[in-house]
């Protein structure tokens, strides 16, 4: 009875300190469920973030603050990596407090007041979340750069995927291929030579039939022929 009056005095304490901030209570029974909007500590001068409030939900175990409690972060403005960071952080502060204790009580408040003390570490300790940053002036006339945070959309934006590679033939088949076309070019052109050969050689014999015929050449003009011919199958076989 004595921790039930002790969990009733923190709830009236949280919802009195907390009354603007958008109370609410899910569920009144145990387990308890509440949430409200917790504002960072925007007056500070090392707090360097243009952020609004953060939603954080509380859930209240039977047999609490015996068995420990859960703070989760609910802000809906966050990056999903963000969200996880600052629960994972309430609830290595929350271990810490209960160590702490001799006897378990209450740690919701303590547990607020260390979130307030390392906000500013969560929000700076991955830059993938931070969308820009700029120089300010504070109340105080310090000069520092602030920074704001990406949404969610903006978070999870799917990189371009890589355009295909084109698939090229093997260098075997190019190489092969290069190769069967220049045997080809050679055979069609050993084949013309072979053909123009023939016809030289068989020109002599062409010529003697001619002079037993009745078209009979004049010996002059049979001589310059014959030394043209012998002169173009000495220049083509010399090739």
């Not at 145990?30 to 243009?50: A, K, Y």
């Not at 009580?105 to 390392?118: F, G, K, Q, V, Y």
Request: aromatic share 8%; hydrophobic share 35%; charged share 25%.
């Amino acid at each position: 009875k004595a921790q039930e009056v002790e969990v009733k005095k923190e709830l009236k304490s949280l919802r009195t300190k907390y009354s603007g901030c958008n109370f609410k209570v899910k569920s009144s029974n145990f387990p308890v469920v509440f949430s409200f909007e917790w504002n960072p500590p925007h007056e500070s001068p090392s707090f360097t973030f243009d952020i609004g409030s953060i939603l954080l939900e509380f859930t209240l175990p039977v047999g609490y603050p015996t068995k420990a409690p859960k703070i989760t972060c609910k802000e809906s403005t966050f990056p999903e990596p963000l969200q996880l960071a600052v629960t994972k952080t309430m609830d290595q502060e929350l271990l810490k407090i209960r160590k702490s204790q001799k006897v378990k009580s209450i740690c919701l408040e303590p547990c607020l007041d260390a979130l307030e003390r390392l906000i500013q570490h969560i929000l700076a300790s991955d830059s993938s979340w931070i969308n820009s940053s700029y120089i300010a002036t504070n109340a105080a006339g310090v000069t520092l750069r602030r920074f704001t945070l990406k949404s969610p959309s903006e978070f999870n934006i799917p990189e371009p995927e890589p355009e295909p590679t084109p698939i090229l033939p093997k260098q075997e088949e190019v190489a092969k291929e290069q190769e069967q076309e220049q045997e080809q070019n050679k055979s069609n052109s050993n084949s013309q030579q072979d053909s123009q050969i023939i016809l030289l050689e068989t020109l002599p014999e062409i010529l003697q039939s001619a002079k037993k015929s009745t078209f009979k050449i004049q010996s002059a003009q049979e001589q310059l022929l014959l030394n043209n011919i012998a002169t173009l199958q000495f220049s083509f076989l010399s090739l």
